[in-house]
């Protein structure tokens, strides 16, 4: 059976694909596995015996951020399950010492305070300007996730995130039909990320999305599923 697995940002769960999961049912065999508070290796682990007690044997992976990440990390341990892959709004190379450093801090604070600064603390970098100022309801959404995610499992994500290996490498010989996705306000992950991912890939296309910031798929959906749409076109 061949299907869609959809892969979460941080520090958000599997509710920031609902629209996608909800459209998708019915057509497709469709899993959204939650993993954050899991190292790479651990979450990879989770998607593979999800899929398997699915009876998903192959699929196309849509990975945002972190769940780009995860893609890296699947595709070391199991490329025969791949279809193809979706990269949307992250990077292949792992985070810089500022980078690093940075994750350390949060964390910390993550462990001492909680989760209730976190949006103010991610939001003005996770959404666009277009988001922050015209579509509160999004950001209410981006909020809502974050201030529902516990504490240990942000602070074990950020250690994960912090300590990700270079997956560059790997572009390479990801010979699968592979679509970038950015959003054009993305200051994360800049359409210039995307770019890199785009040329180093054998088989390739991306699209940067309009009046989207880093979670493009919740800032501009109606793009963000028919830039998919298209792509599953020529997939399946």
Partial sequence: MQGLVFLHAFPYNPRMWEEEVGYFRGRLPVLAPHYLGLGLGEAAEKVLKEMDEAGL??????????GGYLIFELWRRAPERFLGLVLADTRSGPDTEE??????ALRERVLREGVGFLPEALLPSHL????????????????EMILEAHPEAVARSLLALAERPDSTPLLQEMRRPALVLVGEEDTLTPPEE?????KALPDARMLILPEAGHLANLENPGAFRTALLGFLAEVF
């Fill in 128 to 143: 666009g300007k277009a988001t922050q100022e015209t579509r509160p309801q999004v950001v209410a959404r981006a909020r």
């Fill in 57 to 66: 044997e192959e699929a196309v992976f849509v990975g945002l951020s972190m």
């Fill in 99 to 104: 980078g690093r450093k940075s994750r350390y």
């Fill in 194 to 198: 995307a770019k890199r991912l785009w």
